[in-house]
């Protein structure tokens, strides 16, 4: 159904600033028109435009989630408070990870993609890796879990492109998978692409691509396999890269190089590949990424959580590496934080302002997600790219006074008010219209944490 949006601002692509006053027509879920009306005071064209859906505020591109895993958003509120580290973290994650079942996994998923579309994001890229049943034995379909991820987003009312991620070892040294990571395994690289290519969804809203979960979890030897997979398909293709000194210790340790450089001598970095994380890499691993344009995605509030570290954002940009952002663990879901993040981070570590312009967060935060996630068809406000409208409050006590500009500086998750994804209003007020998201998730929560 053709429709016609009235933005009072809206971030156009190549603008450093909003436009306001701005038409943007839309039919058959892709935007078919987008006009300025002036370079007047906002709304002064409004009374030519009677039919238009007004949507007052700041009119972005849908936000792309580049980095998922919908069962963490179990843990958020309990594990933040005490000590530890990554590696006592990961301990109760697996501990979730081993309760769930398709039926759990889509409650739970459901309420997590919902959370998201309120947050205006539109499209997530799943990193899955939760395959099997508990002891590693596969349910009678064995993409069971894939397809609840697939049904839970399409609930929610956004794009997903799964990550079926390869998961072969517990460490970098061989060792086999034990415990709640049994249930990750397809025991080789052959029989990981055996399901994953089986796998073959007919939904518009979703796109299979490929994981590495790490150097510590896929032998040198078969890397290759997951990352012919990958290209012979020409979809994307993620890891978790550098997370911890640890895993580059023992990278180090077993190959003599880097996680950065095994995977570059293995063929698996390029222009289809994003490195998760990348939050220790050495100078000749950001140049490694750089020149073979492998992407970095961010996941600063997950990173400064679990006190990873922060990595070199700017380096890595500068070396030629598109950065995306992602919500990782979910213990924040908002991608304007995840943003701002980005340059107060790079801040912190290098006692200097001024790394990243508002336009360059908006970049990360739209179109190069989209791009990771393999919809290069999205995350612009521009004909022939799909009708992703996110409609941000200037008027709440976070963002009243504050430019339009300004916007991924103050705004939050909650002052968004409308999401449109593919043409079709998914949020309004700022309420999901088919999931009532606190109650869903809350029930879901429960159901795994006992």
Not at 77 to 106: C, H, I, K, N
Not at 208 to 223: C, D, F, N, T
Not at 325 to 353: I, K
């Amino acid at each position: 159904m053709p429709m016609r949006w009235l933005a009072e601002y809206a971030w156009l692509p190549d603008h450093a600033e909003p436009t306001p006053d701005v038409v943007v027509e839309t039919d058959g879920g892709r935007i078919t028109a987008v006009t300025p009306l002036t370079a007047g005071p906002p709304t002064a064209g409004v009374e030519v435009l009677g039919d238009a859906v007004r949507l007052p505020g700041l009119t972005l591109p849908g936000l792309a989630n580049a980095h998922s895993h919908a069962f963490h958003r179990a843990l958020r509120g309990r594990t933040q408070g005490g000590r530890g580290d990554f590696w006592t973290w990961r301990d109760v994650m697996y501990e979730v990870a081993g309760r769930l079942d398709p039926d759990s996994y889509l409650a739970l998923a459901r309420a997590a993609y919902a959370e998201m579309a309120q947050a205006g994001v539109t499209c997530v890229g799943e990193f899955h890796y939760l395959h099997h049943g508990p002891d590693g034995t596969p349910y009678d379909d064995p993409n069971a879990m894939s397809a609840a991820l697939v049904e839970a987003a399409a609930h929610a009312g956004i794009r997903l492109t799964l990550l079926d991620a390869c998961y072969l070892t517990s460490a970098v040294d061989g060792a086999p998978l034990a415990g709640p990571q049994r249930r990750f395994g397809d025991g080789d690289a052959l029989r990981w692409a055996e399901r994953a290519g089986a796998f073959t969804p007919d939904d518009d809203h979703v796109r299979v691509g490929a994981a590495i979960h790490s150097v510590r979890a896929v032998p040198a030897e078969q890397l290759a396999t997951v990352a012919g997979w990958a290209d012979l398909r020409g979809v994307p293709l993620h890891v978790h890269l550098s997370e911890q000194p640890a895993e580059n210790d023992a990278c180090r340790a077993v190959h003599g190089c880097t996680p950065t450089r095994l995977l570059a001598d293995h063929g698996v970095l390029g222009r289809h590949t994003t490195a998760v994380h990348a939050t220790h890499p050495t100078s000749a691993d950001v140049t490694l990424l750089g020149e073979s344009r492998t992407g970095v995605c961010l996941c600063p509030t997950t990173e400064r959580d679990l006190a990873d570290g922060i990595g070199p954002a700017r380096r890595m940009a500068e070396a030629g590496s598109p950065l995306s952002l992602g919500s990782d663990s979910h213990a924040v879901v908002d991608l304007f934080e995840e943003a701002r993040a980005v340059e107060l981070d790079e801040r912190l570590r290098t006692r200097r302002r001024g790394h990243f312009t508002p336009a360059d967060l908006l970049t990360a935060a739209t179109t190069a997600g989209h791009a990771a996630l393999g919809w290069g068809d999205a995350g612009q406000l521009a004909v022939g790219m799909r009708a992703d409208l996110v409609t941000v409050r200037l008027d709440t006590a976070r963002t009243a006074g504050v430019p339009p500009g300004g916007a991924f500086f103050a705004a939050t998750a909650a002052d968004v008010a409308q999401v449109v994804v593919d043409g079709r209003v998914v949020v309004r007020d700022g309420r999901h219209l088919t999931v009532d998201v606190p109650v869903e998730v809350r029930a879901a929560v429960e159901e795994v944490t006992g």
